[in-house]
């Protein structure tokens, strides 16, 4: 049996316009006379089908002509005009779509609720009234705004569609990376529903960095570290997340995530799905809970006894304000503390503080208050409130320092170096009774009269326990941070018998590797010429994988750590606005989708999502 001859394959010339009339439009010859359609571009059929139907054109306009391009060209815009009475619909469907996606995506932003798409469309509507009064084109503008799908079903469909291709390009860029790490942490939402928070940090070829939320996951019973451990095992193997590439986990000090035994951190490390990792507790943690050694209970109790009283009544509260806007004070209230805030106490004393003077007034003409409080002329204890307001400023101070996006473990760890010196250089200035570091207790001291007083000792030791607190707290990043010194400057005098195992420790690399690669790497000519060294900077993308694979792999490692969990507790201050106690009823998928559009830094593909939606118009 022979084989089938392959089919020949015809292509149009344009030539073919002037010399037959016709154009090529939809995969079909069209004759620009009569409509007529040629499924064949041949030339022989063409110029018979001219010759036939059309010979008259032949001698009314002649060949190679000026009037023949002239009829062509009239001729070819008659044929788009027709088309487009088919395609512009299409065309205005497809743009109510995109712009329907755009806003849904706007509200999701905002963290509005679905519904509000219907209230945008509505003031959309009233303001075009009155921007487009003008306009000759107002009734196709407003009927284009009237177009837009925006109903709380079709913004519901809309954020889950973008939501999906989010995730698409997300796992996309995890296939891609080298190497990642994780951030978890956990916190209940408005009905009292378990989240699993987890944010990725990326690191690629080129050493540039991501970060983005992999996924928030419910916990509908116990929070045990193997509950937590089985709820992301199961997102997993549901995702094909690529474990082998992991290279640290970060958590806050529950028991449940930090356990010896049972904690999810110890699962995983038992667990032969996971690589050998680091794991930390979150810096910003640590930080917080070497402030709370500050033993000054008396004057935190006294203080929020006053304030509470204050504001715990309206009237009360309202006769204070009142009385500060008379005086004419800075502030118009008293600020309340709660643990769970970390800046919460330093800015409560130092409201207080300044509005000493204001609540004592109040406090002496109010008839509610029996109780009266002797330590507000106390000379002490204002000195100690003063004491107290200035550490915890400082303390605010570096907390402020560590939160924040794309935050290198690196700074981090230099933000708290550059704190235990200051604690130092506090400590050994109230020794001599220097007190310019303490403008609130040099202010209330002045105020006394005691310019030269000779301050207790109870002042330094409550620096020293601090200071103690710090270096007790921090030793888990005592391997770290040569590392990290040695990757911001390669090109100092290292001692290489050092540096060289405690790399090949952290990152499991050999160790024999690594000395060469540093021997070799500090006496290159070329790298120390062409680069300023830095973890988040070009230098290390300049080193050439096969030269230097065991530095590269430490620098692209280091570059993936994640030095606290601030991406998900600010990811818990959006989910309190997204599930609030007016949408209780939000599922789970649809507060995971919201919380990612509010989140991401990626773009959702708008014509991609278009083409495969139904491009109709609103109801």
Same mark, same amino acid.
């Given at each position: ?11 149009? +010339?344009?030539?073919? *316009?002037?010399?037959? #009339? ?26 018979? +089908? ?18 023949r ?6 001729? @070819?815009r008659?044929?788009? =005009?027709?088309?487009?009475? %088919? ?23 905002? @963290?509005?609720? %679905? ?23 107002? /009734?196709?503008?407003?009927? $284009? ?10 913004v519901?469909?809309r ?32 009905v ?8 990725? !940090? ?13 996924? &928030? ?11 937590i ?51 930390? +507790? ?61 800046? $919460? ?16 007034e109040?406090? @002496?003409?109010?008839?509610? +208050? ?34 924040? /996006? ?12 550059? #704190? ?8 050994s200035?109230?020794? !001599? ?14 105020r ?22 710090? *270096?007790?707290?921090? =030793? ?12 911001c #400057?390669p ?8 540096i ?6 952290? %990152?499991?690399?050999d160790? $024999?590797?690594?000395?060469?690669? &540093? ?15 830095? &973890?988040?900077? *070009? %230098? ?34 959006h989910? @309190? ?30 014509? /991609? ?8 118009k609103?109801?």
């Amino acid at each position: 049996m022979s084989e089938a001859k392959k089919a020949k394959t015809y292509h149009f +010339h344009r030539e073919w *316009e002037d010399d037959y #009339f016709f154009t090529f439009s939809n995969s079909k010859s069209v004759c620009l006379i009569c409509n007529a359609a040629v499924a064949i571009p041949k030339k022989g059929n063409l110029e018979r +089908h001219f010759l036939t139907v059309h010979k008259k054109y032949a001698s009314d306009f002649p060949a190679r002509s000026a009037l023949r391009t002239e009829k062509v060209s009239e001729l @070819k815009r008659q044929l788009a =005009a027709k088309q487009a009475v %088919f395609t512009r619909p299409v065309n205005k469907s497809k743009a109510a779509t995109v712009a329907s996606y755009r806003v849904s995506r706007v509200l999701a932003k905002r @963290k509005k609720s %679905f519904k509000d798409g219907e209230v945008f469309k509505e003031a959309f509507l009233e303001a075009a009234d009155t921007l487009f009064a003008d306009f000759k084109n107002k /009734k196709e503008i407003v009927s $284009s705004i009237e177009d837009m799908q925006l109903s709380r079903n079709t913004v519901t469909r809309r954020c889950e569609a973008m939501s999906g291709d989010i995730e698409q390009q997300l796992q996309n860029d995890i296939d891609a990376c080298l190497c990642f790490s994780l951030q978890f942490d956990e916190s209940t939402d408005a009905v009292d529903v378990a989240q699993l928070c987890v944010f990725i !940090r990326m690191v690629f070829g080129d050493m540039t960095a991501k970060e983005e939320l992999l996924t &928030i996951l419910p916990l509908k019973g116990h929070t045990r570290g193997s509950d937590i451990f089985d709820t992301f095992m199961e997102f997993v193997s549901k995702s094909n997340l690529p474990l082998f590439k992991l290279t640290s986990i970060t958590t806050d000090g529950a028991p449940s995530m930090v356990g010896r035994t049972a904690g999810f951190v110890a699962l995983c490390k038992l667990s032969e799905s996971f690589p050998d990792f680091l794991s930390y +507790h979150c810096i910003i943690h640590q930080q917080q809970l070497c402030g709370k050694i500050l033993n000054m209970k008396d004057v935190m109790d006294v203080a929020m006894k006053i304030a509470c009283s204050v504001r715990a009544r309206s009237l009360q509260r309202r006769l204070f304000r009142a009385q500060l806007e008379e005086a004419g004070a800075d502030h118009t209230d008293l600020l309340l503390h709660t643990d769970v805030r970390w800046l $919460s106490r330093g800015r409560f004393l130092e409201r207080f503080l300044e509005l000493l003077p204001e609540i004592k007034e109040f406090l @002496k003409h109010s008839t509610t +208050h029996a109780v009266a409080y002797s330590q507000l002329d106390d000379g002490q204890w204002l000195t100690d409130l003063a004491f107290l307001t200035d550490v915890t400023n400082k303390i605010n101070d570096l907390n402020l320092e560590l939160q924040g /996006k794309g935050k290198h473990i690196a700074n981090m760890i230099s933000s708290v170096n550059a #704190f235990k010196t200051k604690l130092r250089l506090l400590l050994s200035r109230l020794q !001599r009774c220097d007190l310019r570091s303490f403008p609130h207790m040099e202010a209330e001291l002045r105020r006394q009269g005691k310019e030269s007083v000779e301050l207790s000792d109870a002042y330094a030791q409550q620096i020293q326990s601090i200071l103690s607190e710090f *270096e007790r707290r921090f =030793a888990d990043f005592a391997s770290i941070e040569p590392v990290a010194q040695f990757l911001c #400057f390669p090109f100092a005098n290292v001692d290489v018998d050092c540096i060289a195992p405690q790399i090949a420790t952290l %990152f499991s690399l050999d160790g $024999s590797a690594v000395e060469n690669e &540093i021997l070799t790497l500090t006496n290159d000519i070329e790298l120390k010429a062409r680069a300023t060294p830095g &973890i988040s900077g *070009e %230098f290390w993308n300049l080193l050439l994988e096969e030269k230097y694979p065991s530095l590269r792999q430490c620098a692209l490692n280091m570059s993936s750590l994640f030095g606290s969990t601030y991406l998900c507790e600010s990811a818990f201050s959006h989910m @309190k606005i997204i599930k609030s106690k007016y949408r209780t009823t939000l599922t789970d998928d649809h507060l995971a989708a919201c919380l990612r559009l509010a989140l991401s830094s990626y773009r959702p593909d708008y014509e /991609k999502l278009a083409d495969s939606s139904q491009c109709q118009k609103s109801h």
